[in-house]
């Protein structure tokens, strides 16, 4: 299992893009998006999805020259449109625009369509805490990506649908959740299956609505279909997903047919100004943070980790220690990097 720098995977990743004919500033930021989820712990979302991206740009589903428009915009209110282009350039341009709209109206609520995959939703939340605002975000596949079944059914009807949201804290990182409404988002079983892994069971169903723990049975013919977090509570999250990302934002809910993989998506921006005050909201969450950390611990666990906590631990330790990519992924990588000719970095040093 090769182990790289994260400097030079971004590098590699880049080179890759451009090779691929991303804009050299739309490839340099999908590539440090999808580093950023890697050293974030969340190797669905990392540079595995190279292999999707430079496939959905050569069918025309991804436009890496795809602009964002406002197709309207009034007071607390801005409904913004993609045009497919990749969902971490599309996604952080959309936010900046939403932020700068709380900070003037008090509240955004941020609308996008026809976003390519947006990849991990916490960034965006971290953008917005880091600018002093509360975030809450649902989004769903534009109709596509149908993994998930219903309470009580075994087929796939739904997408994983993420809730994601964030609020600064006075002191350390942002209180940031960033959740798939399914018990498991589909990239980890994709990445167990490139490991050659199998799963906790519980997770998810094969074909015949059986428990299954084998992510091979999950990508069979006829598919698996992954199971609603919490039963009937991550159903009903998934669709409230549908209503707000899909319905509301014209992007269409998940339906039997849609091929091209997309994002709806929206954001609810709050300046705490405009609300109980930034200094009491601030003095609150504090203090809300500490009171929770301050709990007796269950045995085997060392400390209490806010939500957000982890995925700052994973980038401090992998930023020193490297991100290892598992074989498969890698010799996949390594393919597309060699078909557009670009030059496959020295790992052997950082090998395990």
Same mark, same amino acid.
């Given at each position: 299992?090769?182990?790289?720098?994260?400097?030079?995977?971004?590098?590699?990743?880049?080179?890759?893009?451009?090779?691929?004919?991303?804009?050299?500033?739309?490839?340099?930021?999908?590539?440090?998006?999808?580093?950023?989820?890697?050293?974030?712990?969340?190797?669905?979302?990392?540079?595995?999805?190279?292999?999707?991206?430079?496939?959905?740009?050569?069918? %025309?589903? /991804?436009?890496?020259?795809?602009?964002?428009? /406002? /197709?309207?915009?009034?007071?607390?209110?801005?409904?913004? $449109?993609?045009?497919?282009?990749?969902?971490?350039?599309?996604?952080?341009?959309?936010?900046?625009?939403?932020?700068?709209?709380?900070?003037?109206?008090?509240?955004?609520?941020?609308?996008?369509?026809?976003?390519?995959?947006?990849?991990?939703?916490?960034?965006?939340?971290?953008?917005?805490?880091?600018? %002093?605002?509360?975030?809450?975000?649902?989004?769903?596949?534009?109709?596509?990506?149908?993994?998930?079944?219903?309470?009580?059914?075994?087929?796939?009807?739904?997408?994983?649908?993420?809730?994601?949201?964030?609020?600064?804290?006075?002191?350390?990182?942002?209180? !940031?959740?960033?959740?798939?409404?399914?018990?498991?988002?589909?990239?980890?079983?994709?990445?167990?299956?490139?490991?050659?892994?199998?799963?906790?069971?519980?997770?998810?169903?094969?074909?015949?609505?059986?428990?299954?723990?084998?992510?091979?049975?999950?990508?069979?013919?006829?598919?698996?279909?992954?199971?609603? !977090?919490?039963?009937?509570?991550?159903?009903?999250?998934? !669709?409230?997903?549908?209503?707000?990302?899909?319905?509301?934002?014209?992007?269409?809910?998940?339906?039997?047919?849609?091929?091209?993989?997309?994002?709806?998506?929206?954001?609810?921006?709050? $300046?705490?100004?405009?609300?109980?005050?930034?200094?009491?909201?601030?003095?609150?969450?504090?203090?809300?943070?500490?009171?929770?950390?301050?709990?007796?611990?269950?045995?085997?666990?060392?400390?209490?980790?806010?939500?957000?906590?982890?995925?700052?631990?994973?980038?401090?330790?992998?930023?020193?220690?490297?991100?290892?990519?598992?074989?498969?992924?890698?010799?996949?990588?390594?393919?597309?990097?060699?078909? /557009?000719?670009?030059?496959?970095?020295?790992?052997?040093?950082?090998?395990?």
């Amino acid at each position: 299992m090769p182990r790289l720098n994260p400097e030079i995977l971004t590098d590699f990743a880049t080179l890759i893009f451009e090779a691929s004919e991303l804009p050299p500033d739309v490839a340099r930021q999908v590539a440090k998006s999808l580093v950023l989820a890697n050293l974030s712990g969340h190797d669905s979302h990392g540079v595995i999805r190279i292999i999707e991206y430079v496939a959905w740009t050569k069918c %025309g589903w /991804v436009n890496p020259h795809g602009p964002l428009t /406002v /197709v309207r915009e009034q007071p607390c209110i801005l409904i913004l $449109d993609g045009d497919f282009g990749f969902g971490q350039v599309i996604g952080r341009r959309a936010m900046e625009l939403g932020i700068a709209k709380a900070k003037t109206d008090g509240a955004c609520i941020l609308s996008l369509r026809r976003s390519g995959h947006l990849g991990r939703i916490g960034e965006f939340m971290e953008q917005a805490a880091s600018a %002093g605002l509360v975030c809450f975000a649902l989004t769903n596949t534009h109709g596509s990506g149908v993994l998930v079944a219903p309470f009580g059914g075994c087929e796939r009807r739904l997408s994983a649908n993420p809730l994601a949201g964030a609020a600064p804290l006075p002191n350390g990182p942002p209180i !940031m959740m960033d959740i798939s409404t399914s018990t498991i988002a589909e990239g980890k079983i994709k990445v167990a299956r490139s490991r050659g892994d199998s799963l906790p069971a519980g997770l998810f169903v094969n074909s015949s609505g059986e428990a299954s723990t084998s992510p091979e049975e999950y990508y069979a013919s006829p598919p698996g279909a992954l199971l609603p !977090m919490a039963g009937h509570k991550g159903f009903a999250l998934s !669709m409230l997903c549908e209503v707000f990302a899909g319905a509301m934002t014209g992007a269409g809910c998940s339906k039997q047919g849609v091929e091209r993989v997309a994002n709806g998506f929206m954001a609810f921006l709050l $300046d705490p100004a405009a609300f109980a005050g930034t200094e009491f909201v601030s003095s609150e969450l504090g203090n809300l943070a500490e009171w929770v950390k301050s709990s007796r611990l269950q045995d085997g666990f060392d400390s209490i980790q806010l939500p957000g906590e982890p995925e700052v631990a994973a980038r401090d330790q992998r930023s020193h220690s490297g991100i290892d990519i598992d074989d498969r992924t890698w010799r996949k990588i390594c393919e597309i990097a060699a078909s /557009v000719n670009v030059a496959i970095p020295v790992i052997e040093a950082l090998r395990d």
